[in-house]
């Protein structure tokens, strides 16, 4: 493996304000997401308890970066828990609202990932 392509996905080093906006940036876009998932599969619910489950995916994908796939299920089993502690559900309907958070939070980043790209091939 060339130097290059080490260096495309090893984490970056940042201060510690880039660390906390990422962090704060990552948990504003779980919430939102999660909040969107919430109200798919239980309705009208308030938008507190999606605050309330979106930091912690947010943290454990910012601390646990260099870990690849195994911070991403690590995540999910948080996501799965703090989901179901915090709208008091059954674990199926869980499971449902868990896989729609991913789902959403994936489409979302596909989205952001794409315009970023299009904004940067365009002329200066």
Do not use: C, E, W
């Not at 940036?25 to 909040?35: E, K, N, P």
């Not at 979106?54 to 910012?62: D, E, K, Q, V």
């Not at 729609?100 to 970023?116: C, K």
């Amino acid at each position: 493996m060339t130097a290059s392509v080490l260096a495309q996905v090893s984490p970056a080093a940042g201060g510690p304000l880039a660390y906390a906006g990422t962090f704060l940036l990552a948990a504003g876009v779980y919430s939102l997401t999660a909040h969107i998932a919430a109200r798919n599969v239980l309705g009208d619910v308030p938008i507190k308890r999606a605050l309330l489950v979106g930091p912690a995916p947010a943290a454990i994908s910012l601390l646990l970066q260099q870990y690849g796939p195994l911070a991403f299920v690590f995540a999910v089993a948080v996501d799965f828990v703090l989901i179901r502690y915090v709208y008091r559900i059954k674990a199926r309907t869980t499971a449902l609202v868990t896989f729609i958070h991913i789902v959403v939070s994936i489409l979302v980043l596909f989205v952001v990932l794409s315009a970023y790209r299009l904004a940067g091939t365009a002329p200066v």
